[in-house]
């Protein structure tokens, strides 16, 4: 199957500081890239569809100035968590799929944040 | 109302036991259908996917496929304490890339 990488595994910021995380493709160009936010004992909630080239469609309640969304090329999505805040510590989680319909997602490693 | 939904449980086998994980979605057009299985800290892993009404069946697993009760179940045969883990099930439709997730269920499977 692909092979999403998803970088950093974890990561422990203060609060009020930036976080970025990467997800890369690694043997498939993902025109598109999913970002999840997973908090203890609860599901995946889709935060945002990144679209290489263009800007990221962000789901409701999501503040997009607050977590920024890049997809330079069509192996990297970046998400970056600005002025992080303990309630920001969560599992994120990337995702990408090969096309649209019955195509599996592939999931990065995921990232474990914690704001002290 | 939530878009798919699964009983949080837990769901306690013995092992050697059928394991029956059910999701119910609210979506009429939704196609295509995924169980994942996810251990904790980790990223989901794919089991199986299913477009067709009816079974699937793939090693010790089988989906199942109600379109029209718009419900999909997930059958592990022969559990296996290493089967312990959190399923979800996640719903997309035919013209999107967006998957939604259900809340999951756990699943524990005692010797």
């Known amino acids: 199957g692909a092979v999403v990488s998803q970088h950093p595994s974890w990561v422990i910021c203060k609060s009020g500081t930036s976080v970025k995380i990467e997800c890369r493709s690694l043997d498939f160009q993902a025109t598109t890239m999913f970002w999840y936010r997973q908090f203890p004992k609860q599901s995946l909630m889709l935060m945002a569809t990144?679209?290489?080239?263009?800007?990221?469609?962000?789901e409701q309640g999501v503040e997009k100035d607050k977590f920024l969304i890049n997809h330079a090329s069509l192996t990297l999505s970046t998400l970056t968590v600005t002025s992080a805040h303990p309630e920001d510590s969560s599992f994120y989680i990337c995702s990408a799929r090969v096309g649209t319909g019955i195509t599996e997602a592939f999931f990065g490693q995921g990232t474990r944040l914690t704001v002290v | 109302q939530k878009e798919v939904e699964q009983n949080s449980g837990p769901l306690s086998v013995p092992e050697g036991a059928i394991a029956s994980l059910n999701c119910t979605y609210s979506d009429r057009g939704s196609q295509s259908f995924f169980w994942y299985r996810q251990y904790s800290g980790k990223s989901p892993e794919l089991i199986m996917f299913i477009y067709s009404n009816g079974d699937k069946e793939d090693g010790r697993f089988t989906a199942q496929l109600n379109k029209a009760s718009q419900y999909v179940s997930l059958l592990i045969r022969d559990s296996q304490p290493s089967d312990s883990a959190t399923y979800l099930c996640a719903v997309s439709g035919w013209n999107t890339d967006k998957l939604i997730f259900g809340t999951g269920t756990r699943l524990q499977v005692f010797p």
């Open positions: 990144s679209n290489e080239g263009s800007k990221a469609t962000y």
